[in-house]
């Protein structure tokens, strides 16, 4: 498809296992970002990459938490030893070089459940 | 500390009447605001956006209104239709960079036919 994509849709995991969440970007965009969205909350900033620059850490809220961007493309978060505050909406986005708030394109979201 | 605050969780409103959704920042540094609308299992879609230097810009049925003396931005739509039932979040930015915006909670509106 030309929008970006997200998988899995629907994840449900038992507190403490790991938890990978994929991202494909749209063909050609050089900046990827993830967002979360907890229950009742904004979209909450976690992670931002652009081209080959060193990626932008710093919204997010653990060291369990990490994230790649493999050959400038796909990415992957990962999150470690899930917790129950981990359940939440994690939205990837993507854009063009620069951002520009009319060019950032947002998946359909994974949506993470920890039991 | 929320810094981008939608303090109405929800609104309806009848149709052909104007839906007015609002949104308060607390953070002077914001210079770029934006409206971004939800529709269920789908990713935020930009909707309408304003710079600091203007007080309203105006897309077709949707207006958005920026009071930077009291923090306040609001988005107006008229005629409200039932397709834009949806949820509308507000998000802000300093200098257009996406590692600083900022996103409110989110308005569920809800347009009656």
């Known amino acids: 498809g030309a929008g970006v994509s997200q998988s899995p849709s629907n994840k449900v995991t038992e507190k403490g296992k790991d938890v990978e969440l994929r991202c494909d970007p749209i063909s050609g965009h050089t900046a990827l970002y993830w967002y979360r969205q907890s229950l009742g909350q904004g979209l909450e900033f976690l992670i931002y990459?652009?081209?080959?620059?060193?990626?932008?850490k710093s919204g997010l809220p653990s060291d369990r938490f990490s994230a790649e961007r493999t050959g400038g493309s796909v990415s992957t978060l990962t999150i470690q030893r899930t917790q129950q505050e981990d359940s939440a909406v994690y939205l990837c986005?993507?854009?063009?070089?620069?951002?520009?708030?009319?060019?950032?394109?947002f998946g359909e979201g994974s949506w993470l459940t920890v039991v | 500390d929320q810094q981008v605050k939608q303090n109405s969780p929800s609104l309806s409103v009848q149709e052909g009447r104007i839906s007015i959704l609002n949104c308060d920042y607390t953070n002077s540094m914001f210079d770029y605001f934006l409206w971004y609308k939800k529709y269920p299992a789908e990713g935020p879609t930009f909707l309408i956006s304003?710079?600091?230097?203007?007080d309203k810009n105006e897309d077709g049925r949707f207006t958005v209104f920026l009071n930077k003396s009291a923090k306040h931005l609001s988005l107006h739509i008229v005629p409200s239709q039932p397709g834009d039932s949806a949820v509308y979040f507000c998000?802000?930015?300093?200098?257009?960079?996406?590692?600083?915006?900022?996103f409110g909670s989110g308005t569920q509106l809800t347009v009656l036919p």
């Open positions: 304003i710079s600091s230097i203007k």
């Open positions: 986005a993507s854009s063009l070089k620069t951002f520009s708030g009319n060019t950032i394109y």
């Open positions: 990459f652009q081209g080959n620059s060193a990626p932008d």
């Open positions: 998000a802000a930015s300093v200098s257009g960079s996406a590692r600083q915006l900022t």
